[in-house]
């Protein structure tokens, strides 16, 4: 109804989340800035908001500026057990688990793999959690220790929590 009085070509208030609508303020330029930089360089960051501020929005945005040389596992729903988590990241970078039922152990050294595999190709690996508010504490504290994959020179996963 309000398409053809605005002269819009495609529904600009639709509940799917679409970067071209973003209105990047100061605060979202910042937000963008910060996690581009941990996608590059840091390894660690987090970016907080309340409901609506456009977290989403920012990450596809950030999805989209992604350097080539990245592969990044995404994961939307942080409510599983420690082994489901892994086995997601696992399978959303595509490392490859050929056991049935894989042990933390099992999991952590296929990923391990992966990014020593990544590393040596000049690849950056991305882990993002999406409402990452609602990880349990065991999962978040093995969040937590997949930092500790590193080279002697640099971190091997770089981790963005969304919540």
């Not at 509940?15 to 963008?32: F, G």
């Not at 456009?54 to 596992?73: F, H, S, V, W, Y």
């Not at 409402?131 to 080279?151: G, K």
């Amino acid at each position: 109804m309000y398409h053809t009085y605005f002269g819009l070509t495609e529904p600009a208030f639709s509940i799917a989340v679409n970067p071209r609508y973003l209105y990047m303020s100061q605060q979202h330029k910042e937000a963008l800035a910060h996690l581009l930089y941990g996608v590059t360089g840091g390894g660690f960051v987090m970016l907080t908001g309340e409901v609506g501020t456009g977290k989403t929005t920012i990450i596809r945005c950030l999805l989209e500026q992604m350097p080539e040389n990245t592969d990044i596992a995404i994961v939307m729903n942080p409510m599983s057990n420690v082994p489901e988590l892994l086995k997601t990241i696992c399978d959303e970078l595509g490392a490859p688990c050929i056991q049935e039922e894989p042990s933390v152990k099992d999991l952590t050294d296929t990923l391990h793999r992966f990014l020593l595999h990544n590393h040596t190709q000049s690849r950056n690996t991305v882990l993002l959690i999406d409402e990452a508010q609602l990880l349990s504490p065991q999962a978040l504290e093995q969040v937590r220790l997949l930092t500790n994959l590193e080279t002697t020179t640099q971190k091997l996963l770089h981790i963005i929590l969304v919540g």
